[in-house]
Nanobody
Framework: QVQLVESGGGSVQAGGSLRLSCAASGYTYSRSHMAWFRQGPGKEREGVAA???????TYADSVKGRFTISRDNAKKTLYLQMNSLKPEDTAIYYC?????WGLGRLLQQSKYAYWGQGTQVTVSS
């Protein structure tokens, strides 16, 4: 079955960096659109960054220039490099997979059929 396992979360001071990873299994990773979402305290889940099969990327305005999404098809792993972190980046970060190329925009939750369990990122001021 499809499994997505995130890692790399933690606590960091504002201005610091973290790198999240998402290990995928149970489907053809290289043919899947992938994305990172996050849910902050008291907030709805929102799209952060997405990457499609040809490597093209898209980002939420709030993270442009600070976050970088990438994928390693050989390792079946998705990454999110987060730099210049701010307290408002505090959230649970989720990896999501869209192997069937569902309808919807790349940062739209309904597009993604599979989700990881999430990893906590806490940024202190």
């Amino acid at each position: 079955q499809v499994q997505l396992v995130e890692s790399g979360g933690g606590s960091v001071q504002a201005g610091g960096s973290l790198r999240l990873s998402c290990a995928a299994s149970g489907y053809t990773y290289s043919r899947s659109h992938m994305a990172w979402f996050r849910q902050g305290p008291g907030k709805e889940r929102e799209g952060v960054a997405a990457i499609v099969t040809d490597g093209s990327t898209t980002y939420a305005d709030s993270v442009k220039g600070r976050f970088t999404i990438s994928r390693d098809n050989a390792k079946k792993t998705l990454y999110l490099q987060m730099n210049s972190l701010k307290p408002e980046d505090t959230a649970i970060y989720y990896c999501a997979a869209d192997p069937a190329w569902g309808l919807g925009r790349l940062l739209q939750q309904s597009k993604y059929a599979y989700w990881g369990q999430g990893t906590q990122v806490t940024v202190s001021s």
